[in-house]
């Protein structure tokens, strides 16, 4: 077992990470930029060191400052969280060069998943489902006029090395072509340094499922079932909840088998979360993969019992995994991001909290680094908590969340708790029947 795990990240899950360090008995070191000097993280964990100044580029993303602090106080690990260095495939290589193990997947994998029409062409070779397209890049507007029309309008363009929606274009006829074409090359190029484009079949009102897997270095992968992460605005969650309302035990079965024998033939290891895009029919196609601990894992882990982080440290340092059978959900959870914007806008509003309040009870968990008096810096990601409740049902969680908003107090900055009040509260979230256009009619 490592004896010093280097936590590279920030805010609640830097938190996160440390507690389970602590429960697992391993010493852990806190990195920290100039502005994060007095943050909780640095505090919890045995060691800090700072990696530069306030700008993420500077401190959180330079590779060499956070490998030099790893160096330093001879950490045996580096957990990366989420975002950041995260799905870095260079840094992972530069983790294993310098003989400290990055927890995680390998960096080959890392680097496959990160190339989403790489990752469509392994995933589809391995029998998961694809929606129609290139399968592969798309190099001229011709070449993608001809797919358009062999597959039929409307299409989307989507950037390779893309996230967040950057770079997508929906095509409904030829004429629209000419000029998106371009636009989202370019736009790809601006916002990832890579111009390339593969197309698939748009779909109109799908949701957003997505399936949590676990592999070791043995060869076993195995899957924990499904989140629900359909509620977003401009592609950001908002608030997400396993199980899915729309699965059945039988889809759940069906699609997590495929999902963890296309993870075995491409050797992954670690945490690593399966994105599908679902339409009306309840068919699941490939969308892309994460390769890393995601925001909203603490969902899973309230109706599996897992704890996921721990899962990935014991992994990371040669550990087995040993279960005999797939968890079946138990009850359900739902997690409310809780971010620092205005909850119309959903631009970012940082600041003192003057005063700070989190909700608690039976049921109830928030992951948070924020406090009373504490300062949301304007240099990072806005979440500033997470609240994650757990039910017997989908109503009784519903009803948990609707009481831990309502007595969660944050002052001082403007936070999305409204927005997720009004959603909680909205009959087609309560029926269950939403698509990922559900927000649009909260737009202002
Ligand atoms: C799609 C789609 C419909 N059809 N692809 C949005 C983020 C990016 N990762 C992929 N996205 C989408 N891809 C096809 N072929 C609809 C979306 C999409 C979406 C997906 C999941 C959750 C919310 C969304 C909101 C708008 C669009």
């Known amino acids: 077992m490592f004896k010093k795990i280097l936590v590279a990240n920030r805010g609640e899950i830097a938190l996160r990470i440390i507690y389970a360090c ?18 909780l993280h640095v505090r919890f964990a045995d060691e800090g060191v700072c990696v530069g100044p306030a700008k993420s580029s500077e401190s959180y993303l330079n590779v060499p400052s956070v490998i030099s602090a ?32 990055f927890i995680g997947p390998p960096s080959n994998v890392i680097r496959l998943m990160g190339d989403k029409a790489r990752a469509l062409a392994a995933m589809s070779k391995t029998g998961l489902a694809v929606l129609p397209g290139s399968g592969g890049l798309v190099e001229s507007v011709e070449q993608a006029a001809k797919i358009a029309d062999t597959i039929g309008h409307p299409v989307i363009l989507k950037a390779t090395a893309g996230w967040g929606g950057r770079g997508m274009r929906i095509i409904r006829n030829r004429e629209e072509l000419t000029d998106a074409f371009p636009a989202a090359q370019q736009e790809a190029r601006l916002a990832f340094g890579a111009a390339d484009l593969y197309i698939e079949k748009y779909l109109e009102n799908p949701r957003h499922i997505e399936f949590q897997v676990m592999g070791d270095n043995y060869g076993k992968v195995i899957h924990f079932g499904e989140r629900e992460c359909t509620i977003q605005r401009r592609h950001q969650k908002l608030l997400e909840e396993a199980p899915s309302v729309s699965m059945t035990k039988e889809a759940r079965r069906e699609v997590g088998l495929l999902v963890e024998k296309a993870l075995t033939s491409v050797g992954y290891s670690n945490a690593g979360t399966v994105e599908f895009l679902v339409d009306e029919k309840m068919n ?98 806005s979440l500033i908590a997470k609240v994650v409740v757990h039910g017997n049902s989908r109503p009784e969680a519903i009803k948990k969340m609707e009481r831990a908003l309502e007595t ?17 509260r909205d009959p087609d979230f309560i029926a269950g029947t939403f698509s990922t256009r559900f927000l649009e009619r909260f737009l202002t």
Request: charge should be negative; proline fraction near 5%; glycine fraction near 8%.
């Open 408 to 424: 969660f107090v944050v002052e001082g900055i403007k936070t999305t708790i409204p927005l997720q009040q009004k959603i909680i």
């Open 284 to 381: 699941f196609y490939f969308m892309e993969m994460n390769t890393r601990i995601q925001v909203e894992h603490p969902v899973t882990e309230m109706v599996t019992g897992a704890d996921l982080v721990k899962l990935q440290i014991l992994i990371a340092s040669g550990g087995k995994l040993h279960f005999d059978d797939h968890l079946k959900p138990r009850g359900h959870s739902i997690e409310c991001r809780i971010n620092a914007e205005d909850s119309d806008t959903l631009t970012p509003s940082p600041g003192k909290i003057t005063s700070f309040n989190v909700p608690g009870g039976n049921g109830v968990r928030v992951e948070t680094a924020a406090h009373s008096e504490c300062i949301i810096s304007p240099y990072y990601d």
């Open 70 to 101: 790893a160096e330093i106080t001879n950490a045996d690990a580096i957990h990366p969280g989420y975002g950041f260095l995260a799905e870095n495939a260079y840094f992972a290589e530069v983790c294993e060069a310098c003989h400290i193990k």
């Open 22 to 39: 602590k429960e697992l008995g391993i010493k852990t070191v806190a990195i920290f930029s100039e502005a994060d000097r007095n943050s």
